[in-house]
């Protein structure tokens, strides 16, 4: 064979092995899919979508006090979603905080992709302090079976700001923002928590109004998650104006209980852990799109309330390490346009509590 022929049947071979080797993985990944191919999120036929939010399960700590079994976290998620049948789960913050962190993500999500139902991540204060930084954990996440979540815009503050659309049919009906509020104070005088920065208020902002000039001047209508409350939180307890008085009660860390002021379902047993108010809430109420907010971070909180129109909510804490609190929270949106949505709490064994059509149900009556 000469050189020519020779070199030419190589060629040939290596084109031949390339596209085979192509089409192999090609057959491999249309088998597991991404935010980018298959999944999209779309109101069911009846015109409802059903999200649960897992929240602070705190996988991968052994506490020295309390038991927290990691296993009873996988199958309360897996009871979650056998009963409820979510359309999307939403994990917000300080899911996997010890141990082998990439192996404890593929644990907590086996619920999710063996029942194939797509997932969203944002992160909390805790998720990166086990030696795996931020976008190492999104860069992890973001092509799993199943998963729309995003590592979102590398030009502003934090990992995983991003917007996903519910669909009506083809046509986007719902937004669903999901925001990195970021960990802790980076100014020495200000002690606790991080906030929401300057940046990532003007990208929230951009892409809102993007939204809604693309829906002729109106507003979709739109939730948000992430995991540090914001100061409006604490605000709506203490200073919404309301002249009667709950009966929940505050534990204080002295131990004594105090009444505080504002209708609120579900429980308030410790301080919001938020930072410094930079404006985030402010900002929703400009853009009119945001009619509620869900968090993590404070364990003993579960409640949700209205301040300004806007609900402020807490998840169900989703790890064993404080056993009586062990749930979820899910919420029901429909494709009606009305600035409503249903909203209860889940408890591992399948109890229902707090079952509330939101506003209706926080609103005082005179």
């Known amino acids: 064979m000469k050189r020519r022929e020779f070199l030419t049947t190589v060629m040939a071979i290596s084109i031949v092995a390339a596209a085979f080797f192509n089409l192999l993985l090609h057959a491999e990944t249309t088998l ?47 009871e979650i979603i056998e009963i409820e049948n979510p359309q999307l789960v939403v994990y917000t913050g300080d899911i996997i905080v010890g141990g082998d962190i990439y192996k404890g993500w593929d644990d907590i999500l086996r619920p999710c992709i063996e029942s194939k139902t797509p997932w969203a991540v944002v992160l909390g204060n805790h998720d990166d302090e086990a030696g795996v930084n931020r976008k190492q954990i999104i860069d992890y996440l973001k092509n799993k079976p199943y998963s729309v979540t995003e590592p979102g815009p590398e ?51 951009s892409q809102s109004h993007e939204y809604t000039k693309q829906n002729n001047g109106q507003p979709f209508p739109a939730l948000a998650f992430f995991h540090i409350p914001l100061c ?102 429909s494709n009606s346009g009305e600035r409503s949505f249903k ?4 408890l591992y064994g399948g109890e229902k509590i707090h079952d509330i059509q939101v506003p209706q149900h926080l609103i005082e009556k005179k």
């Open 32 to 78: 597991v899919p991404t935010k980018n191919d298959t999944v999209k999120l779309r109101f069911k036929e009846d015109g409802t979508f059903k999200i649960a939010q897992i929240t602070d399960p705190h996988f991968g700590i052994l506490y020295p006090t309390v038991p927290n079994n990691d296993k009873d976290s996988i199958k309360l998620i897996a």
């Open 155 to 205: 030009n502003i503050t934090g990992v995983g700001n991003y917007v996903l659309e519910i669909l009506n049919g083809e046509k986007v009906a719902f937004l669903l923002y999901c925001l990195d509020s970021n960990a802790y104070s980076p100014i020495k005088e200000v002690n606790g928590f991080d906030w929401f920065r300057p940046d990532q208020i003007a990208w929230y902002k």
């Open 232 to 333: 409006e939180y604490a605000e709506m307890i203490h200073f919404n104006g309301s002249e009667h008085w709950s009966h929940k009660t505050l534990l204080l860390c002295d131990g004594k209980m105090v009444p505080f002021k504002g209708k609120i379902i579900g429980d308030r047993k410790e301080y919001e852990g938020t930072g410094v108010n930079s404006g985030m809430f402010l900002a929703m109420l400009e853009c009119r799109d945001v009619m509620g907010t869900f968090v993590g971070h404070d364990h003993r909180n579960d409640y949700i309330g209205l301040r300004h129109g806007i609900a402020l909510g807490y998840g169900r804490c989703s790890g064993t390490y404080i056993p009586e609190l062990h749930g979820a929270r899910l919420i029901e949106i």
């Open 343 to 346: 909203t209860w709490i889940r």
